[in-house]
Each structure stands twice: as C-alpha cells, then as structure tokens.
C-alpha cells in the first residue's frame, strides 16, 4: 500500500522550520536531509529535500521559493489533552512573527497554518445535549486560543 505523506512548500527556511517543529513536539525528528548543490542558482545550499516526523507522523519538506505560499486551505491540526498543553503549543507556534487566528487556529512565523484544539472541544461539540453543543460552539466562535475553562463554564450555563 502506498504511504501519503504530506509535502511542505518553504520559500527558504525549511531547515529552520522543521528544526523547530521536531524540537517542539514530542516523538519527533529529522530523518534525512538534502541540500541543492551549490550550483543551483538562488537555492544553492538550501533544503532539496527533508524527510521528518511530527508525533510520529512522516512529513516531506524542501525550499523552492516564494511561489507558492502556504494557505489556510491546510493546516496541521495538534489535539490537546489539556490548557497547559494548548498554552504550550500556541504560545511556541505564535512567538517571533506567529499570529492568532480566530477558534483555536493561528499560523506560525513562516505562514503554515496549525489548529490547538484541546480534546475537552470536541467533547462539547459532539455531547448528546444540542444546548450544550450550541453554548459551546458559540464561546469557541469568539476566542483565538482555546480556553477551556471558558468553554466548561459556557457548556454548563443555562
């Protein structure tokens, strides 16, 4: 069976990125990585190619230019046990140029869009009680960063 691994466009700083991303998520590493020779211009040295896991997941990169930027269109998506770890994960990925986007979504410094979502959303969101549902989807509509005490609370008003 053929493997589908998803393959992030960088303009330059693949390398940079991915570094990144496997330092801040758990069971994560480069596993190979290709520069383009010198020779060729404006890439010279830069990412050709690079294999990576992200929480053991398989990922291909390489740097090819600004041609292609990365669009909400995709985004990785990092479910959370907890605040802490939602916290975490957002405070890293928004840090040195990242930005806050509406419902749990942000995009970190080089343009790829990621979703923080704690595991206790999608609870709420899928509970048998459609009140509970709508109370918590309407508090998750206007937040940037999940807070999931603000979803409890909203959940359990009446």
């Not at 700083?13 to 596993?31: G, K, M, Q």
């Not at 959303?121 to 940037?144: K, T």
Request: charged share 25%; aromatic share 10%.
């Amino acid at each position: 069976m053929p493997a589908v691994i998803p393959f992030l466009w960088f303009d330059d700083s693949a390398e940079e990125a991915v570094t990144f991303y496997t330092d801040l998520i758990p069971d994560s590493e480069i596993v190979a990585l290709g520069r383009y020779p010198a020779e060729v211009p404006g890439l010279g040295g830069k990412v050709m190619h690079v294999h990576f896991r992200l929480g053991g997941r398989d990922y291909q990169g390489m740097d090819a230019g600004p041609q292609f930027p990365f669009t909400e269109a995709i985004s990785l998506y990092v479910s959370c046990a907890d605040q802490s770890e939602v916290d975490r994960y957002w405070d890293a990925l928004t840090a040195d140029g990242g930005q806050e986007q509406p419902c749990g979504w942000l995009k970190d410094r080089w343009g790829l869009s990621w979703q923080i979502i704690p595991d206790r959303l999608i609870e709420l969101i899928r509970h048998p009680d459609q009140d509970v549902v709508h109370r918590s989807v309407q508090a998750m509509l206007r937040m940037r960063r999940i807070d999931i005490a603000a979803l409890e609370a909203a959940a359990a008003a009446t």
